[in-house]
């Protein structure tokens, strides 16, 4: 992750970065650039100039200046001056969070990967030191909180972006070295001890692999004598589809199918490094969905961890399996507050909602209006979907408890997929979030670099330290 600097200078080099609000005084220097490019201080506006005190460029927030906007044009800042070495963020003025958000915004948009390319692309140039200039009461602690979150954020992107020959379920495991340096208990259940536990229906969808599956319980003690909250991932390091096996088209980006475990543990990781007073654990369900001798099959019936028996009718349909597994093992092993799943699970969410939000599911209000407030808060949104008898009633079998997903009718539904994980989280209070379409993004924009988002890292960080960080409240 880029480095961040404080203090009230900057080398000369560095392109100076001043926030400007809507109808707010435009510094003298830069007043007759920014008449002529008709810079007024709006959302996404910004206007350059080589002034003789050195070249700037002035970033509008809006007319009602927010930590949003603020983040929002320090990212903008960054996608228009990528190529620059050296950046200074003018936060003098600024109250410390919003000088934090700014940075936050500019590292954020910062991250990039070079992949496993031997020489870097012809004129490519990134940008190395960002300087925030403050000297607020308070900017190194407020600094010491957001960084953590960056860092986790990072991490999963960085997870994310690992092609699945280099990340299988035992590389995931070795990869969480430094959550256990930040404090962070990891215990690995492998393949006898899933098979102990009685956890079928992981077993059955990785069976096929020679990298066998695992469940990872990441565990963050915090401080507070309260149950934790627990976040649940799924981790498919790659899905081929199994035998319903998937097109051709556009399989390699099913490495990026473990996005929702990399957000937990980027989450967890988070915690451990902002020292959070509350518990938490995270649950990552690590497994490769391959073809063999082994693969399971439609028509199988399952066994899985709550006792009920699973009619399987797409092996393509092998998340919400796995998650199945790994929520009702949460719930009996710690009896959390709450629960969580983040999952790349449907491509019909994408029909639904594009790539700007992810869906929500819940089994309670309360906690969904959390979260969505939380994820609207640090810009991943959310949408609130529904969950109908009827969506319960195709899951129907006539030969097990339950069939996991129904059909002859193409793509998976993401409705009928959370009416299938909702059977395996009775009595505690839980949320779905299917985040396929938002961990990555396939071209660069004004937020985002190319390529992993890290989606859900933020969220959960605010939803806890908003939620579940005040023990009355938890």
């Not at 050195?54 to 970033?59: D, F």
Request: hydrophobic share 45%; charged share 20%.
């Amino acid at each position: 992750m880029l480095k961040l600097r404080i203090g009230t200078s900057a080398p000369k080099a560095a392109v100076t970065i001043i926030p400007i609000a809507e109808g707010a005084v435009i510094p003298e220097p830069a007043q007759p650039a920014a008449a002529a490019a008709g810079f007024t201080g709006k959302l996404q506006q910004s206007c350059e100039i080589f002034a003789p005190s050195g070249r700037l460029m002035l970033v509008g927030v809006g007319s009602n200046p927010t930590e949003a906007s603020f983040r929002a044009a320090g990212a903008l800042a960054v996608a228009r001056l990528s190529h620059v070495p050296s950046l200074a963020l003018d936060g003098m003025r600024l109250l410390p969070t919003l000088a934090v958000a700014f940075a936050a915004g500019a590292i954020h948009r910062a991250w990039h990967t070079t992949g496993l390319k031997t020489k870097p692309d012809e004129g490519a140039a990134w940008l190395k030191t960002l300087h925030l200039l403050s000297d607020a009461p308070g900017i190194e602690a407020a600094w010491h909180t957001t960084s953590a979150v960056l860092r986790g954020t990072a991490f999963a992107r960085d997870l994310v972006t690992e092609p699945a020959n280099l990340l299988t379920p035992d590389d995931f495991i070795e990869r969480l070295a430094p959550l256990e340096r930040a404090g962070v208990q990891i215990t690995v259940l492998k393949r006898h001890e899933l098979e102990h536990q009685g956890l079928g229906a992981l077993l059955a969808v990785g069976n096929a692999s020679q990298h066998r599956p695992r469940l990872v319980l990441l565990r963050w003690p915090g401080a507070l004598e309260i149950p934790p909250i627990a976040f649940v991932g799924k981790g498919i390091t790659f899905d081929t589809g199994g035998i319903s096996i998937k097109p051709a088209d556009r399989m390699w980006e099913m490495r990026a199918d473990m996005a929702g475990a990399a957000a937990c543990a980027g989450a967890i990781f988070s915690l451990a490094l902002r020292g959070s007073p509350a518990p938490a654990i995270a649950v990552l369900v690590l497994a490769e969905n391959a073809i063999g001798a082994d693969s399971y099959r439609p028509g199988d019936v399952l066994h899985s961890f709550s006792g009920r028996t699973i009619e399987v009718i797409d092996t393509d349909a092998e998340g919400r399996l796995v998650l199945a597994d790994a929520l009702a093992w949460t719930i009996r092993r710690h009896r959390p507050a709450a629960i969580i799943d983040l999952a790349t699970l449907t491509g019909s969410i994408v029909t639904a909602l594009g790539h700007h939000m992810a869906g929500l599911f819940s089994n309670d209000p309360d906690l969904a209006a959390h979260v969505a407030a939380s994820g609207e808060a640090v810009g991943e949104r959310v949408w609130r979907m529904p969950i109908s008898d009827q969506h319960r009633r195709d899951l129907n079998s006539d030969i097990a408890d339950i069939r996991h997903c129904v059909p002859g009718r193409g793509q998976p539904d993401a409705c009928q997929a959370a009416a299938f994980l909702r059977e395996f989280v009775t009595g505690t209070p839980w949320v779905h979030l299917d985040i396929a379409g938002v961990e990555s993004i396939e071209t660069a924009d004004d937020a985002h670099a190319a390529g992993a988002t890290g989606w859900g890292v933020r969220l959960l960080d605010r939803l806890v330290s908003q939620r579940f960080e005040d023990p009355h409240r938890a």
